[in-house]
């Protein structure tokens, strides 16, 4: 029985810290990373064989129009230039993000890819390329990151009279930033901070699609992290002393042979008492 107790008392520690660790590891980063990267071309550690024109960068929101993207060469120069939005598409695969709710981390789905495409001016050598990003989602929450891809193609001389950029980041991006999450991002009102969109391209206003979230326990609540890392500690704290032997209840004597029959001499076998020869005598 008390091995039972002990086996059960092992898998509920285990599914309590498996538990705790996937709210800490798994929920909160999915919540942070809300209007996050999801498809992009070339992928992520990808190899481009030949020169192309731009790259696409995919997103679950619509980035902001003051975001600030850059490409930058193996040699160190940047190569991008001014970026634009392009037009949504449907994901292969809806993205499930977690966004904090009333204090529950709620799923919400996305089926839908928000691209930018960023133009290439050239191609100057072969190896590592970056694209890096810098925005804001729709809740003020910073975006940010990089991709990185292999050049395996052709050298490409850069345009007549090409200068790298050396642009940073609008004012209006690190403002937004500043204010942090939990705000909505604002939109940049200079000139200078609207990016030039395709000829033949409109952007879309449309907005990720979200599926219902069920009110009936989707969400994990923040209290229940810590209850259950207190209820783990707490069987920890007590395994020890279960595992501990009972106190023996009886002393044991001294180790040595069993006791046998009581030894006998050899003449006493099959002797009758003296009495008895006696009597019989009397009769004969």
């Not at 910073?142 to 007549?160: C, D, I, N």
């Not at 969109?197 to 992290?225: C, H, I, K």
């Not at 207190?230 to 501990?244: F, S, T």
């Amino acid at each position: 029985m008390r091995r039972v107790v002990t086996r059960l008392l092992a898998v509920v520690v285990s599914a309590l810290v498996a538990m705790g660790l996937s709210v800490f590891v798994l929920g909160a980063p999915a919540a942070y990373a809300h209007g996050r990267l999801v498809v992009s071309t070339p992928a992520e550690g990808s190899k481009l064989d030949e020169p192309v024109e731009s790259l696409s960068l995919a997103f679950t929101e619509k980035p902001a129009s003051f975001a600030y993207f850059t490409v930058t060469a193996p040699n160190g120069q940047r190569v991008d230039q001014r970026w634009w939005h392009s037009e949504p598409f449907p994901l292969d695969e809806p993205v499930r993000e977690l966004n904090l709710v009333n204090g529950v981390w709620e799923p919400q789905f996305y089926h839908t890819g928000f691209p930018v495409t960023v133009p290439v001016s050239h191609w100057p050598g072969k190896g590592t390329y970056v694209a890096r990003y810098k925005t804001v989602a729709s809740d003020g929450e910073k975006v940010e990151g990089e991709l990185r891809f292999t050049y395996t193609g052709r050298v490409t001389a850069a345009p007549p009279g090409w200068q790298p950029p050396a642009d940073e980041p609008l004012p209006e991006l690190l403002a937004a930033i500043e204010q942090g999450p939990s705000s909505a991002a604002p939109q940049a009102t200079s000139q200078q901070a609207q990016p030039q969109q395709a000829p033949s391209q409109q952007p879309q206003t449309q907005q990720p699609q979200r599926s219902p979230v069920s009110q009936d326990g989707d969400g994990v609540s923040v209290w229940l992290v810590p209850v259950l890392l207190v209820a783990g500690a707490g069987v920890l704290i007590a395994w020890p002393a279960l595992r501990r032997p009972r106190a023996a209840s009886r002393v044991p004597g001294p180790r040595g042979r069993r006791p046998g029959p009581t030894s006998r001499s050899p003449g006493s076998k099959g002797r009758r008492p003296a009495s008895a020869s006696a009597a019989r005598k009397r009769r004969q």
